[in-house]
């Protein structure tokens, strides 16, 4: 066959109307299990494919869902995915995964993409840098859900799935004094979107409850966005400017990664000279050396709770999607282990 294997095709092979063929592939009759068997064995034998741009202009949908993550290197938007995709699979949905680079030109390319293609939704992974694209999927009729991020149209809230961020930079603060340290600092990307700025915010009334004067903790912020890694190498070396830190915050653990790779370079042990804690407790978090304490995000319940509202058919009511963050949980690892003066 020189041509794709058409409905018609099938129906032939199976000795069937193509009538028969449409209700077994679309389960919209009932049919003997012996008819169904002669009709998938005859697609299996043909590999015919039914054609979604066909079946979208009756249902105004595809089982296609968007998802949009910045990063796709980071392990934890690579934990995300792949939960994400589990649960999509399992209520009979894949997924159009778009990488957007924190690039406010490619989210609105990428959101463009997905509105024309009639996607059934759009799980939206982090704050966008483009906060007019929210507007866009809603005038489009779009099912959206969010993570990391927080938004409101006209009093409606938007389903939206996080952690406390603000209380996860709080245990912080107590964590790292509980160490021991003289002076702690948050380290962190650029503060561009909600849950960056919530941790920060979490720091600083730490900070402000543990009367911590001003030469007691810092932070250093990196300007511009780039690889994780690459920034912590970078925060690193700040760190090793500085002379005083004895313990860190960074606010991913792959940015955790990169300022411990730094300071062991330049001799510094860790957690003896400085005590290092991350944020998201990727699966890399627990096969460093040493391994990282961090705070967990519970990637698995992000994945279940977006893909079940982003179906919930109530989302679009202000009384539909009860927002409630999750509680962040610290997991104490060798990275922070080591206590000063004496204690143990």
């Not at 709080?170 to 160490?179: N, P």
Request: hydrophobic fraction near 35%.
């Amino acid at each position: 066959m020189t041509r794709p294997p058409t409905m018609n095709d099938v129906a032939k092979e199976a000795n069937v109307s193509q009538a028969t063929v449409s209700y077994v592939i679309n389960n919209s009759a009932s049919i003997s299990q012996e008819v169904h068997k002669r009709v998938n064995d005859a697609i299996a034998k043909l590999g015919y494919v039914t054609n979604s741009n066909a079946k979208s202009l009756k249902t105004h949908q595809t089982n296609t869902v968007g998802v949009l993550i910045p990063d796709i290197d980071s392990g934890y938007y690579s934990e995300m995915i792949r939960e994400t995709e589990y649960f999509l699979r399992r209520n009979g949905y894949i997924m159009f995964l778009c990488n957007t680079s924190y690039n406010p030109e490619l989210e609105r390319q990428y959101v463009t993409t997905l509105i024309e293609q009639n996607v059934a939704g759009i799980i939206i992974g982090y704050g966008l840098a483009d906060q007019t694209i929210y507007t866009q999927t809603r005038n489009h009729n779009k099912k959206i859900v969010v993570v990391d991020d927080l938004i409101k149209f006209d009093n409606v809230e938007i389903p939206s799935i996080e952690i406390d961020n603000i209380k996860a930079g709080k245990i912080a603060v107590s964590h790292l004094l509980d160490t021991g340290a003289k002076k702690i600092c948050f380290a962190s990307e650029p503060l561009f979107n909600r849950s960056l700025k919530n941790r920060y915010k979490g720091f600083c009334a730490g900070v402000a409850k543990h009367h911590l004067t001003d030469d007691k903790w810092c932070s250093i912020v990196e300007e511009r966005q780039y690889k994780k890694v690459e920034m912590g190498y970078n925060i690193g070396a700040k760190i090793l400017l500085d002379g005083e830190i004895d313990a860190v915050f960074a606010t991913s653990d792959n940015l955790a990664y990169g300022i411990v790779q730094k300071l062991m370079e330049y001799g510094k042990k860790i957690p003896q000279d400085i005590v290092i804690m991350g944020f998201d407790d990727i699966p890399l978090a627990q096969y460093m050396t040493p391994k990282l304490s961090t705070i967990s995000q519970p990637i698995h319940d992000f994945a279940r709770l977006a893909v079940g509202a982003l179906f919930d058919n109530t989302q679009n009511s202000s009384q539909g999607f009860s927002y409630e963050p999750l509680e962040p949980l610290l997991i104490v690892r060798e990275s922070t282990l080591h206590h000063f003066n004496g204690k143990s």
